[in-house]
C-alpha cells in the first residue's frame, strides 16, 4: 500500500516560515514527479510547486515565487516545501502528491496519482 504523509504544518505569524515535509512508503518515486496543492476552505484545490525526479527542474505557482522552494530527497523518498515570508492568503490544508508513471512535471491536479491526507497551515496577520 502506498501512502504520503504530510508533516510540519501549524500556525505561524505573516513573514515567518514553515517547512513541510511528505515521506512516501510503499513504493519508490524516486522517478517520478512530485509536489504541492493547497486548498483553502470554500475555494478549489491549487497547484503549489512541483519538481521532477531529480529536484533540478521545479515549477512554482505566480503566488509562491519567490518565497517557497520545493526539494526532494530520494534516498529518504521524501519531498520538502520550505515555505518563507508566509502571508494569511496562505491559510489552507497543504497536500502532497506524486505521480504514477509519469517523468514529466505538471500544474495539473490529474497528473498525480497518489496524494497525502494534508497537513494545516494557518498564518496570522
Known amino acids: 500500500q502506498v501512502n504520503l504523509v504530510e508533516s510540519g504544518g501549524g500556525l505561524v505569524q505573516a513573514g515567518g516560515s514553515l517547512r513541510l515535509s511528505c515521506a512516501a512508503s510503499g513504493r519508490s518515486f524516486s522517478m517520478n514527479p512530485m509536489g504541492w496543492f493547497r486548498q483553502a476552505t470554500g475555494k478549489e484545490r491549487e497547484f503549489v510547486a512541483t519538481?521532477?525526479?531529480?529536484?533540478?527542474?521545479?515549477l512554482y505557482a505566480d503566488s509562491v515565487k519567490g518565497r517557497f522552494t520545493i526539494s526532494r530527497d530520494n534516498a529518504k523518498n521524501t519531498v520538502y516545501l520550505q515555505m518563507n515570508s508566509l502571508k494569511p492568503e496562505d491559510t489552507a490544508v497543504y497536500y502532497c502528491a506524486a505521480q504514477a508513471a509519469s517523468t514529466f512535471t505538471s500544474r495539473t491536479r490529474n497528473a498525480y496519482q497518489y496524494w497525502g491526507q494534508g497537513t494545516q497551515v494557518t498564518v496570522s496577520s
Open positions: 519538481c521532477d525526479r531529480s529536484g533540478g527542474y521545479t
